[in-house]
């Protein structure tokens, strides 16, 4: 069975790609444009198992929706969307009861990451995950090689993050360049083919045995060294 996300956003330019780039993930999501309504269905038996949550919300704001589900007995998943990206709103965001919090603008990729980490600190392990010498940091916005950080730009971390979500599946050049970029982006895709090369060189020198590996006239993989 799918996961359930809610997604609570008044404005619809931002919650429509949100909830297009959830359900193309395969889960299962409902986007309410209110706080009075993400009550409404944070109530028991709690369906939703992550909330995606914006502060500035046309009837109350967002951290009174995080405290009263919370204080209603919801235990799933809590991630704040803010424009608000202030030290003393993070503080005040977990304290509320938030497990993450993310400043807008985000790329696409950082969120879907962050949404996995979410759901599977109360879900089961994936296979081989804990055996992986490639690890994802997606709170710290952090690659390692066994204990050996791998520093990369963030449209590489971005990139690397979409290919591992689907490891040993391709994902196409078209949906790497709008989670990555932009939907609308504009642009050569000449700049994801460079943005892949350097992922790879540094991938190889700090040992990693996955590989990036490309698809010819669709897109990219990654998948287990030999």
């Not at 198992?49 to 204080?71: H, I, N, S, T, Y």
């Not at 990206?85 to 965001?93: P, R, Y």
Request: one cysteine or more; glycine letters at 8%; charged letters at 30%.
């Amino acid at each position: 069975m799918s996961n359930s996300v809610l997604v609570v956003e008044d404005q619809e330019d931002i919650a429509a790609p949100l909830v297009r780039t959830l359900q193309r993930e395969g889960y299962d999501v409902t986007w309410v444009d209110s706080g009075k309504k993400a009550l409404e269905l944070l109530a028991p038996p709690y369906e939703a198992e992550l909330v995606l949550l914006d502060l500035g919300l046309p009837d109350m704001d967002g951290l009174e929706v995080c405290k009263a589900a919370r204080d209603n007995g919801y235990e799933g998943g809590i991630m704040i969307l803010t424009a608000r990206d202030a030290e003393i709103d993070l503080v005040v965001g977990l304290d509320a009861g938030a497990d993450d919090y993310l400043a807008k603008p985000f790329a696409l990729a950082v969120l879907q990451a962050r949404v996995r980490a979410l759901l599977r600190r109360s879900g089961p392990v994936e296979p081989g995950t804990d055996d992986d010498a490639l690890r994802i940091d997606v709170a710290a916005h952090r690659v390692y090689a066994g204990e050996r950080e791998v520093t990369l730009t963030g449209k590489e971390f971005a990139l690397l993050a979409v290919l591992a979500a689907s490891r040993d599946k391709v994902v196409s050049r078209d949906r790497l360049m709008a989670e990555v970029w932009d939907e609308n982006w504009y642009g050569s895709t000449k700049t994801l083919d460079v943005t892949v090369g350097r992922l790879r060189q540094k991938l190889e020198a700090a040992g990693v045995q996955e590989k990036v590996v490309a698809v010819r006239g669709v897109g990219f993989r990654l998948e287990a060294g030999e």
